[in-house]
């Protein structure tokens, strides 16, 4: 509502309610990931800049990593188990969203076996690790979010319990705290793991400028379509 005032100007009164009933727990529990991970990241960064440590700072991010994936993985699985108790909803809107998730996925699959190859030349288990589990995540959440896109809650005991909500909120924090990760990670490796020794600076740099933007435009995307599953899932369907 603008109100008009003698000298012309206008104030603009916004106001917005959320309705943030059994989401507590699952921020807070998101925070603490993003707090942890924002930590790790600055260990990373410090410890990078000293070559004499670079093996410890891509150990210590690699376990981050690894750690951020597994509980996003158990999170995932749990909020589906939830989200099947909603309601489905007859006339959703997400074609946009789903053909943006669904692009996204052969990255996903091209960077996991660019990374894979070196890892296993190197017999680095934690790098192999790490990248299966990636691929597996997405693959388990890009179903999750189109099937969570569809729901709504049309009974009024839907409404008041809001399964899931908590594990929804928790996701839409890791997605976020996932996407900040990989920022960094990107920018601060410097030529200094296993895919610059196999590859060579020139072949990885067009490799991962083929498939990282595409990985992590879907990290910042699935969050943006958890917060609408956040919203839209508990609330009466069209």
């Known amino acids: 509502m603008c109100l008009a005032t003698g000298s012309n100007d206008s ?76 309601d489905i909803n007859n006339h959703p809107i997400s074609l946009l969203d789903d053909l943006l998730l669904f692009i996204c996925i052969p990255a996903f699959f091209l960077y996991g076996i660019f990374s894979i190859i070196p890892a296993m030349i190197k017999n680095n288990g934690l790098s192999i690790a790490v990248t299966l589990l990636q691929v597996i995540q997405v693959l388990l959440q890009t179903p999750f979010i189109i099937d969570g896109l569809r729901r709504c809650s049309n009974t009024r005991h839907l409404r008041l319990q809001k399964p899931g909500r908590e594990l929804v909120t928790f996701l839409v924090v890791c997605n976020v705290a996932m996407w900040i990760t990989e920022t960094f990670e990107i920018k601060s490796h410097d030529r200094r793991d296993d895919r610059y020794d196999v590859y060579g600076n020139v072949l990885w740099t067009m490799l991962s400028h083929m498939t990282v933007p595409l990985t992590m435009f879907y990290r910042f995307h699935s969050s943006v379509c958890l917060v609408d599953i956040w919203k839209s899932a508990y609330e009466r369907g069209e």
């Open 11 to 86: 104030h603009s009164n916004l106001v917005i309610h959320a309705d943030c009933h059994s989401a507590n727990k699952g921020l807070f529990a998101g925070l603490i990931v993003l707090v942890g991970s924002i930590v790790s990241i600055i260990l990373f960064c410090i410890v990078m800049a000293d070559n004499e440590f670079v093996s410890m700072g891509l150990t210590v991010n690699a376990i981050s990593e690894l750690i951020l994936l597994l509980l996003m993985t158990v999170a995932v699985i749990l909020a589906y188990r939830k989200l099947t108790q909603l």
